[in-house]
T-cell receptor, first 112, second 113 residues
Framework: AQSVTQLDSQVPVFEEAPVELRCNYSSSVSVYLFWYVQYPNQGLQLLLKYLSGSTLVESINGFEAEFNKSQTSFHLRKPSVHISDTAEYFCAVSDKPRQLTFGSGTQLTVLP | DGGITQSPKYLFRKEGQNVTLSCEQNLNHDAMYWYRQDPGQGLRLIYYSQIVNDFQKGDIAEGYSVSREKKESFPLTVTSAQKNPTAFYLC????????????FGDGTRLSIL
C-alpha cells in the first residue's frame, strides 16, 4: 500500500521569500508523483507531475519539484513566492493511471 | 472561471433508494472521473469516461452507474445495490484521456439515514 506524508501542515512565509513544501512517500513499486493546489474557494487542480525522465519538473507559475528516489521524496519549491500563491498544496502518489493517494495537505500562507 | 461543479454538497439516502450526484465541467475537458474517499484512505476510482457515450469501470464500480451523454456532464448514480454508500465523492476531469485528473470538484458527502 502507498502512503504520502506531508511533514508541515502550515507554512507561513513572507512575500518574495523562498519556500519548500516537503513530501515523502512510501511505495514498493515504481510510482508517479504529483502536486495539486487548491486556491481559496476552488477545487483541486494539478500543479505539476513526475512520470518519468528528468527528475526535476516545473510548473507554469514558477514552482518546481524534484523526485529523489533514494530519499523517497518529492519536495515542492519556489524561489520567490507571491501573495497569489496562498493556497493548500497536496502531494499525491500513483502506481497506475487514474489512481491517486493524497497526503494530508500543507497550507501555504504568503504574508505581505 | 472554468471549473467543475458538483451538487449537492450534502446528500442523504434512505435504505433501498437510488440517488444521483451531479458533476458538470466547463473546461472542455475530454475525460471525467468519479472517485470515492473514505476516512484514512486514498481516492478509489469508481468510473471514468474518456469520450461522450463511453465509460469504463474503475476498481469499485459495483453498486454504481454513470452516463456521459454530454461532454460537460458525468452524473453518478448510487444504487440500492451499493451496501456501504456513506462516503465523500469527488468528480474530476482532464484534457487528455490517458493520465491523471487535472481538476477536481468540491465533492458531495453522501450519508445514509
Amino acid at each position: 500500500a502507498q502512503s504520502v506524508t506531508q511533514l508541515d501542515s502550515q507554512v507561513p512565509v513572507f512575500e518574495e521569500a523562498p519556500v519548500e513544501l516537503r513530501c515523502n512517500y512510501s511505495s514498493s513499486v515504481s510510482v508517479y508523483l504529483f502536486w495539486y493546489v487548491q486556491y481559496p474557494n476552488q477545487g483541486l487542480q494539478l500543479l505539476l507531475k513526475y512520470l518519468s525522465g528528468s527528475t526535476l519538473v516545473e510548473s507554469i507559475n514558477g514552482f518546481e519539484a524534484e523526485f529523489n528516489k533514494s530519499q523517497t521524496s518529492f519536495h515542492l519549491r519556489k524561489p520567490s513566492v507571491h501573495i497569489s500563491d496562498t493556497a493548500e498544496y497536496f502531494c499525491a502518489v500513483s502506481d497506475k493511471p487514474r489512481q491517486l493517494t493524497f497526503g494530508s495537505g500543507t497550507q501555504l500562507t504568503v504574508l505581505p | 472561471d472554468g471549473g467543475i461543479t458538483q451538487s449537492p454538497k450534502y446528500l442523504f439516502r434512505k435504505e433501498g433508494q437510488n440517488v444521483t450526484l451531479s458533476c458538470e465541467q466547463n473546461l472542455n475537458h475530454d475525460a471525467m472521473y468519479w472517485y470515492r474517499q473514505d476516512p484514512g484512505q486514498g481516492l478509489r476510482l469508481i468510473y471514468y469516461s474518456q469520450i461522450v457515450n463511453d465509460f469504463q469501470k474503475g476498481d469499485i464500480a459495483e453498486g454504481y452507474s454513470v452516463s456521459r451523454e454530454k461532454k460537460e456532464s458525468f452524473p453518478l448514480t448510487v444504487t440500492s445495490a451499493q451496501k456501504n454508500p456513506t462516503a465523500f465523492y469527488l468528480c474530476a476531469s482532464s484534457i487528455g484521456t490517458g493520465g491523471q485528473p487535472q481538476h477536481f470538484g468540491d465533492g458531495t458527502r453522501l450519508s445514509i439515514l
